[in-house]
């Protein structure tokens, strides 16, 4: 019997992943920290943002210098292009339920009440209005999300799944936990949660 892994989240290993490829590819211009940009893609599952990396140098010796150095085979580069391949295999994993992965962020982050509202899911996943606004009409059209009215606020509109999203989701999830699983072949357990605690560090120093 294949042995599975708590699945480290998929949005969080994209976050992970997003800063890092982007600072991976240019090399740094000094040692100092790196200026926030912010960039949103409709068709992807969070948009690309840059933070600032700052570091000690009177504790610890870095980890890259000029000379050593490789964007393609640096953490950056490999989270990256870990990023777009596992993105690239959600999609196909859900395909046959017509779900691409971005849906399936947005979809999970309501059944786990991350978010309830456009604006909390730009917040937590970097997106821009526009974008998140077109992607919840798609959801809704699909009967898998609807808005209702803001108890406090008439301006305002809360998220929730439908009955038909609810039974779909658990479907969703299952479906990324193949694939999670998938890139952690031939990796033991304990690996599997040393990674995850590892890319939990890296977003602490985020």
């Known amino acids: 019997m294949p042995r599975t892994f708590p699945p480290f989240g998929i949005c969080r ?3 992970v992943a997003a800063q890092l490829a982007q600072v991976a590819q240019k090399p740094p211009q000094n040692q100092g920290a790196i ?3 912010n960039k949103s893609l409709d068709n992807n599952c969070l948009g690309i943002y840059i933070v600032a ?3 000690d140098t009177t504790t610890r010796k ?3 210098d000029l000379k050593s150095y490789d964007p393609q085979r640096s953490i950056g580069g490999l989270l990256g292009r870990v990023k777009i391949a596992m993105g690239a295999a959600v999609d196909a994993e ?3 339920l017509d779900i691409t992965a971005a849906q ?3 979809l999970m982050s309501i059944a786990l009440k991350e978010a309830d509202s456009a604006s909390e899911l730009c917040k937590g996943i970097s997106y821009d209005p526009g974008a998140m606004t077109r992607m919840l009409d798609r959801l809704e059209r699909r009967g898998l999300v609807r808005r209702v009215a803001h108890p406090n606020d008439r301006r305002a509109f809360n998220l929730e799944l439908t009955a038909e999203g609810k039974a779909v989701y658990p479907k969703l999830r299952a479906s990324v936990m193949k694939v999670l699983n998938r890139f952690l072949g031939g990796f033991s357990q304990k690996e599997a949660q040393q990674l995850e605690s ?3 560090r890296m977003l602490e120093n985020a």
């Open 13 to 15: 290993f994209f976050e």
């Open 35 to 37: 200026g926030p940009g």
């Open 53 to 55: 990396m700052g570091t």
């Open 62 to 64: 870095e980890i890259y």
């Open 94 to 96: 859900l395909a046959p």
């Open 104 to 106: 399936y962020v947005i």
């Open 198 to 200: 590892f890319l939990q």
